[in-house]
């Protein structure tokens, strides 16, 4: 088995300060951090790191936001560091959160910043998706202006503007699009009160992308939580406001870095870097080795084969087409609805000898030669979805034609057409 690969990063300030770590948004690189690493420097040793493809950064895709939190740690062991403070903004706060949840340990301490425990919905980043694989990441580039800055900045700063733009559009695409992937699947809602590290949250007051809403969330399920809002500011609140969130992450890691070695559990900078953690296993922790020791039974296989069929109809079709097919259910179809949910999605679409990709294209066509528009209509947009591009599907389609006829395939083009389209429209 291959070993875990690490992430490309710089650092800054004192060798033998606590270290800082903080993560870097969807689309930008460390260099996000510049104006707050004078200050932070002073007190930290602060480690920078770029996500995959990013700042010219290797292009490994990572494909959820745990293994993006793993690189991390696998990057940390390399460098000796055990226990850290860690700020991030959007995707990196997503980061910090999933450390703070599963390596409890290893975090003395985390800001959040113009983050959620939910980003937007899973069809939007798949949408996102959609559109870069299918033209590049020009119009997202374009666009980032209006969704990262507010207006009065971005007029008044034309180069960090133009910075912006350029950060996205030099971004590897496939690592853009793992980076949406990773975002889709994201949701913590349930988990928040299991962050047990005291947490700031700082959200820029006219923030669209992740607005104070969410912030509140994060702030109402993490038991020692509070919230900063930064007026003036929208999503990239570090860039636009660059002092009030040094202020904020000073003052924070000031007076909140959990140690284990300092009786109150609190230490406060200036002070030596906490020892290292021999990494004990969590109270209440047991080892579980698959084959052994395991109840039986483990897991009700129907309830199993449901559980991960809804997962990934709803990967695959979209949470709005999910939700609407189950709204409609009532007692004469909601069986079938559980059958199809069961048996399509939880045995077949789940099975590992082929891909989506694949399963897909069997779709396609079977649907096409059948002449089932409407479902050619949803399975053409979970095809994008999937990873096909629009050459692919219409090279799918050609080949239908041949073999099932060419009304068949003219009514499967039009039906596509519409579709792609729709899904391939850059975003306003």
């Known amino acids: 088995m291959s070993e875990t690969k690490t992430l490309q990063y710089r650092t800054d300030g004192p060798e033998d300060g606590p270290v800082l770590v903080l993560g870097p948004s969807l689309g930008t690189t460390w260099h996000m951090w510049d104006r707050q690493i004078p200050e932070l420097s002073r007190h930290w040793r602060v480690l920078r790191f770029d996500l995959p493809g990013h700042g010219g950064a290797p292009a490994h895709p990572a494909p959820s936001v745990a293994e993006l939190a793993a690189r991390l740690l696998a990057t940390l062991d390399q460098l000796g560091v055990e226990r850290f403070g860690y700020a991030g903004c959007s995707i990196g706060g997503a980061i910090g959160a999933e450390l703070a949840l599963r390596h409890p340990h290893r975090v003395g301490s985390l800001a959040l910043v113009s983050a959620s425990p939910r980003f937007g919905t899973a069809d939007s980043f798949r949408q996102r998706g959609v559109v870069v694989r299918t033209n590049g990441l020009d119009p997202i580039a374009r666009a980032t202006p209006e969704r990262w800055f507010t207006p009065g900045f971005a007029a008044a700063q034309p180069a960090i503007v133009e910075w912006a733009v350029q950060m996205v559009r030099t971004t590897d695409p496939g690592c853009y699009i793992a980076a949406c992937e990773a975002l889709a699947a994201f949701d913590i809602r ?5 962050i047990g590290v005291p947490t700031l949250v700082v959200a820029g007051a006219d923030d669209q992308v992740t607005p104070a809403a969410d912030a509140r969330v994060l702030v109402a399920g993490i038991a020692d939580a509070r919230l900063a ?61 698959y084959g052994h020791n395991v109840p039986e039974p483990l897991l009700d296989a129907r309830a199993d084969a449901y559980d991960q069929g809804i997962k990934v109809r709803r990967e695959v079709l979209g949470d709005a087409h999910v939700d609407r097919a189950q709204s409609l259910a009532d007692e004469f179809t909601g069986d079938f609805q559980d059958f199809i949910t069961r048996y399509a999605w939880g045995e077949v679409w789940t099975r590992p000898g082929i891909d989506r990709r694949i399963r897909s ?68």
């Open 190 to 194: 349930a988990e928040l009160s299991r």
């Open 229 to 289: 809002l930064v007026p003036g500011a929208s999503h990239l609140t570090p860039v636009e406001q660059p002092m009030a969130v040094t202020d904020l992450l000073v003052r924070h890691f000031s007076s909140s870095w959990q140690s284990p070695d300092h009786p109150t559990g609190m230490t406060a900078i200036p002070a030596p870097p906490p020892k290292p953690v021999l990494s004990p296993m969590p109270p209440g922790a047991e080892v579980v080795e």
């Open 361 to 428: 294209v069997v779709t396609l066509t079977a649907l096409a030669a059948r002449g089932h528009l409407d479902e050619l209509a949803f399975h053409t947009r979970a095809a994008l979805r999937n990873g096909l591009t629009p050459t692919e599907i219409k090279e799918v389609l050609l080949h239908t034609g041949v073999y099932c006829g060419v009304p068949t395939a003219n009514s499967a083009f039009a039906v596509a057409q519409r579709i792609i389209r729709e899904e391939t429209s850059p975003e306003g």
